[in-house]
Each structure stands twice: as C-alpha cells, then as structure tokens.
C-alpha cells in the first residue's frame, strides 16, 4: 500500500474558538485516535499538505510526523464545509503493524467481459470495498477479473477472496453486472 508523508504540530488549544483560529491561519485540526491506552493526540496540518492525500481515489498509510512524535495512521473521517467545501476537521486512527486494520479499498475491474462482447454494458456498483488485514498486507486496489462474465450476470461479494484479507461487506452485495442494453434485446428479438 502507498504511504503519504504528513508533517504537522501538536496543539494544546481546544474548542470551537481554537478551531476558527487555526482555520484562518489556514490550518486544518486534526485528531489520531486509538494511540496507546486509548490517548488521542491532537494537532494541526497545512491545508495545502492534504490536498493530496484528501482529493484522490486512492487510500494511503499516512506516515505523521508531530515533532517528537512519529506514528502511522489512516483517515478515518474528513469533515468538510457545508458550503464552501473547505475542509474542517480530518480524524486519523493510530495504525499498529500487529493490529488488523479496517479500512476501505478501491475496487478496479479487469479484462472484457464475455456479456459486453455480446452487446451487454458493465457496471461497477460497488467501487470500495471494506476489508479488514494487517497494515503490511493491505493493498493499494482490489483487482476483479470479469473475463468470464456473462450477459445479465453479476459478481457478488462473497464471490471474491484475497489473500491475508478478510471483506467485510455483505456477501450477496453485487460488485459489479453486466446489463442487458436495448440494442442487445433488439438484436436477440430480431435472431428470434
């Protein structure tokens, strides 16, 4: 999995006037929770750092660098403006190598699909998928072949297994179909 290095700054400061402050200077507040013996450490990032971690598909392992303190986390929550979409608030959950994360992962869907080549369309209806792995196993997209999928079929969730990964999702959650299209139907009913 792809990591993202965060440099940031422990605060002492708290509450909604804090909060405002920190936003003007154009800081975000941040939280990592689940440290040890359930301590949460709060500090600040630069807006302009997260962009890149916040505005993408994909899912990181955030190495935080806090001054003294260097841990491993994941975004657990991003709050943002009802308005202006400015982000307010981002929470992080402290990431052990020994402890199972919970996470969610893209979905990418591979090869051409047997029912497309028959005049079918395919759909992906699920595009993450939650799973739950050690941080070192967890990768960067859960890669579906679809080669064997037919016309009006469908690919659920407990259709697929990965190594050194547990998915979470219901198992009869369709991931992904291929849809019968009216000009597939009209040329089936012109065949008949």
């Known amino acids: 999995?792809?990591?993202?290095?965060?440099?940031?700054?422990?605060?002492?400061?708290?509450?909604?006037?804090?909060?405002r402050a920190?936003?003007?200077?154009?800081?975000?507040?941040?939280?990592v929770y689940g440290g040890n013996e359930g301590e949460n450490l709060n500090f600040v990032v630069k807006s302009s750092d997260v962009r890149n971690l916040v505005?993408?598909?994909e899912v990181f392992l955030v190495n935080l660098d806090l001054g003294e303190k260097k841990l491993m986390g994941i975004v657990k929550e991003i709050q943002f403006h009802p308005v202006k979409d400015n982000i307010?608030?981002?929470?992080?959950?402290?990431?052990?190598?020994?402890?199972?994360?919970?996470?969610?992962?893209?979905?990418?869907?591979?090869?051409?699909?047997?029912?497309?080549?028959?005049?079918?369309?395919?759909?992906l209806d699920i595009r993450k998928l939650k799973v739950k792995a050690l941080p070192a196993n967890l990768p960067e997209e859960l890669?579906?072949?679809?080669?064997?999928?037919e016309l009006g079929k469908s690919i659920q969730v407990g259709d697929l297994a990965f190594d050194?990964?547990?998915?979470?999702?219901?198992?009869?959650?369709?991931?992904c179909r291929v849809q019968l299209t009216r000009a597939a139907r009209g040329a089936a009913a012109k065949a008949q």
């Not at 990591?3 to 909604?16: A, M, P, S």
């Open 164 to 175: 050194n990964l547990e998915i979470l999702n219901a198992k009869n959650a369709v991931v």
């Open 143 to 149: 890669v579906v072949n679809v080669e064997n999928l």
């Open 55 to 57: 505005y993408t598909p």
């Open 88 to 123: 307010l608030h981002i929470d992080f959950l402290h990431v052990f190598e020994d402890k199972p994360v919970v996470i969610q992962i893209p979905v990418r869907l591979e090869g051409l699909a047997a029912g497309v080549r028959a005049g079918g369309k395919l759909s």
């Open 1 to 19: 999995m792809k990591t993202f290095d965060l440099k940031g700054e422990v605060r002492d400061d708290f509450g909604k006037k804090a909060a």
């Open 22 to 31: 920190y936003r003007r200077e154009g800081l975000i507040p941040c939280v």
